[in-house]
């Protein structure tokens, strides 16, 4: 908060411009609302439901309206039943938060039900439900960085609405403080909860009521996916033929990890299908950081060696650069994307390839329409966000001093480091 003392704001440096684009990408978000998993009584006609199980490892938040926080925990599981707004008052995509509690079930999401449950009660209601559904398919999700506890429930509740998927739907969210100013803490948080989502997957794998299982990760998510498929590889030789499927959206992993961790994959290994766009500004700004050659989710796979190296492995790439979405950021088509998410639905989970051929579908994709994860500024590290549009695209916190700190020590940087921020940023579209 600025210092209404003249001769303070006189000796004050100016914000540094990436400080003054975060804090208007942030600007709208403060009036959000805390605590929208609280259960309302009712729906409305029209409504549409979707019922998951959720493995978590992160805290248990005493407010029963958040449930979980962005600490770490031990593993933990429920059942959430959340209501999406009819369809004619909302568009494929979206996910409408409520403005005030409790929520509009016929404008907003809301939740209707929470249980919490322990491991043996949790897998006996995943292996009831698995039985009941088509080939008995259940889809797993692992949402990416800046993710509080209700992002990753609400935004899997539209994908697998809008994806018209008939699976049982399984939500892993790791420790995420959502905050974009905890870019490490959250890395460490993957790390820490390997191993549960490999006993998860192992779990899934061993239900006899489980037909298949395919698994969507997205952005940072992605490298606690990786990670448990390799663990899960060295331990079994190989992976489970249940599951079927892995879908990596704008992986935030480093080219050359993901090179050793699928050479790691030995013996038989599932459909991988690669979602990348060149013109992902999260991961323009996390390559900088990192200093790789190549963020996974940002390379062209038209051109070598990624080419002959994806066909070699017999990865599908659906290159989606050219698709157009409301995410100013580029980095959360898969999700934001009509085309992209009833794909999905309609053909990897309906037991067909999601392609035929590696270009296929992503140039019908753009046919059809028409057409960060970090970034450090600071001489002492302080790690900040890129994609504000991860999952949600609101992050929904309160700055205070820090986006004026922020850009003093952006500046104090030097000239390389304030370009490696600001050069990516400075080229977003104002907020929505």
Request: proline content about 6%; hydrophobic content about 40%; charged content about 25%.
């Amino acid at each position: 908060m600025l210092s209404s003392n003249p001769a303070s704001v006189r000796h004050r440096r100016p914000v540094a411009p990436a400080a003054l684009l975060l804090a208007g990408l942030l600007a709208g978000c403060a009036g959000d609302v805390k605590g929208v998993l609280g259960p309302v009584e009712a729906t409305v006609p029209g409504a549409s439901k979707v019922t998951m199980l959720v493995a978590t490892t992160r805290a248990p938040d005493a407010d029963e309206g958040v449930l979980f926080s962005g600490e770490r925990g031990k593993s933990a599981f429920a059942e959430i039943t959340v209501s999406l707004p009819p369809d004619g008052k909302r568009a494929v995509g979206e996910v409408q938060w409520p403005q005030r509690l409790p929520g509009n079930p016929a404008t907003d999401f809301v939740t209707l039900k929470v249980d919490k449950l322990d491991r043996t009660a949790a897998l006996a209601r995943l292996h009831t439900a698995a039985s009941k559904v088509p080939k008995r398919r259940v889809m797993v999700f692992i949402h990416g960085f800046n993710n509080r506890f209700e992002d990753a429930v609400y935004r899997f509740a539209q994908i697998v609405h809008d994806s018209g998927a008939e699976v049982v739907p399984v939500l892993f969210t790791w420790p995420s403080r959502g905050s974009i100013f905890a870019y490490g803490y959250d890395r460490e948080s993957t790390n820490y909860s390997r191993h549960a989502l490999e006993n998860l997957l192992q779990a899934l794998a061993r239900d006899p009521a489980v037909g298949e299982v395919s698994i969507l990760a997205h952005s940072m998510g992605n490298w606690v996916t990786l990670e448990a498929l390799t663990l899960m590889a060295i331990r079994n030789r190989g992976i489970p033929a249940k599951i079927a499927n892995v879908m990596l959206a704008s992986p935030d992993v480093d080219v050359d990890v993901f090179r050793t961790q699928v050479k790691e994959m030995e013996g038989r290994r599932p459909k991988f299908t690669l979602f990348v766009s060149q013109d992902d500004r999260a991961l323009a700004v996390s390559r900088r950081v990192w200093g790789s050659t190549a963020r996974l989710g940002a390379i062209d796979p038209d051109v070598e060696p990624y080419k002959s190296e994806m066909e070699a492995d017999k990865i599908t790439v659906l290159n989606l650069t050219k698709l157009k979405s409301g995410d100013s950021l580029n980095h959360g088509k898969f999700a934001e994307s009509p085309e992209v998410v009833k794909l999905i639905g309609t053909r990897l989970v309906s037991g067909q390839p999601i392609t035929d051929s590696r270009v296929g579908i992503g140039d019908r994709l753009i046919q059809a329409t028409g057409t960060a994860a970090a970034a450090v500024g600071t001489a002492a590290g302080l790690v900040v966000s890129a994609p504000i549009a991860v999952i949600d695209p609101h992050t929904r916190n309160n700055f205070g001093d820090k986006v004026e700190e922020l850009g003093r020590n952006i500046q104090d940087a030097g000239e390389t480091a304030g370009h490696a921020v600001t050069s990516p940023l400075e080229r977003v579209s104002q907020p929505r």
